[in-house]
């Protein structure tokens, strides 16, 4: 976490506007101690003293603090942003990052990768029930410029619950959006005699993958200039289940075929 609350007067503070000697430091959500850790390489952040109970703020990594870090510097910055708050306490959720634009409030969250199906769909809905438009965000990596490309299961249920995009985050409020493509697997083709003698043949065509996808890349997106809040209707098949919620996402038609 990149955020604790200040014993001295109780305020919720930054950890890389803090020092050591400002504390104790406590987490916001189980209210024990937390430690500040300020180095030359990593983000500064907060981190519970052990043994740990607490799952507020475990398993991020540098690349997701860095994220909501410079996601809440940029959205700070915007005149028609209020409320801006990392790690805000909504209860059952705690997003990375929370603003207000207008009448609109939106969640984003950055951590997904080391959360369950059930607890993805769950904060999802609770955020609906809050009447807060999520964004799930999760950091760019390279090999979605590989052709090749095996989604995991959140990422299927991302492109699903967005309309045939995933978005990931590349720096400041700047997003790739992401479609994946059908990828074709090559089947060799074979020959051989059957037992009777006659020549037997497979093979040579193509084949729709059910593993691996091809990353399909759109415009370069930003936070506020365009995404809407959209009302999504719940759907379902295969192993693939969307509750009704509300999501952020983007204003432009498919790119893709």
Not at 58 to 75: M, N, P, T, V, W
Not at 125 to 144: A, K, M, T
Not at 172 to 186: M, P, R, V
Not at 195 to 205: H, I, K, L, R, T
């Amino acid at each position: 976490m990149i955020t604790s609350i200040r014993q001295s007067d109780g305020l919720k503070v930054l950890a890389r506007d803090s020092q050591k000697n400002d504390g104790p430091f406590f987490c916001p959500k189980c209210h024990y101690e937390v430690i500040l850790r300020k180095g030359r390489v990593k983000v500064h952040h907060f981190a519970h003293k052990p043994p740990v109970f607490c799952q507020y703020g475990q398993g991020e990594s540098e690349y997701h603090r860095a994220c909501k870090q410079s996601i809440f510097d940029c959205l700070s910055q915007a005149e028609d942003v209020a409320n801006c708050e990392l790690e805000k306490d909504l209860g059952k959720v705690v997003p990375d990052i929370y603003f207000v634009r207008g009448t609109v409030k939106v969640a984003i969250e950055v951590q997904i990768s080391s959360l369950t199906m059930s607890k993805i769909i769950e904060r999802t809905e609770e955020y609906n029930r809050l009447g807060v438009y999520v964004l799930w965000l999760p950091v760019f990596d390279d090999v979605l410029e590989d052709e090749m490309y095996a989604p995991k299961q959140w990422e299927k249920w991302l492109h699903t619950t967005y309309y045939g995009r995933v978005y990931y985050w590349l720096q400041d409020l700047n997003i790739a959006a992401i479609h994946f493509d059908e990828y074709q697997i090559w089947v060799e083709e074979s020959n051989w005699y059957s037992s009777d003698g006659n020549e037997m043949s497979a093979g040579g065509y193509f084949k729709r993958s059910k593993r691996y996808r091809t990353p399909n890349h759109g415009m370069t997106l930003n936070i506020l200039k365009d995404f809407q809040a959209t009302i999504r209707r719940a759907w379902a098949g295969g192993d693939i289940t969307v509750p009704n919620c509300k999501i952020l996402n983007d204003k432009y038609p498919a790119w893709w075929k």
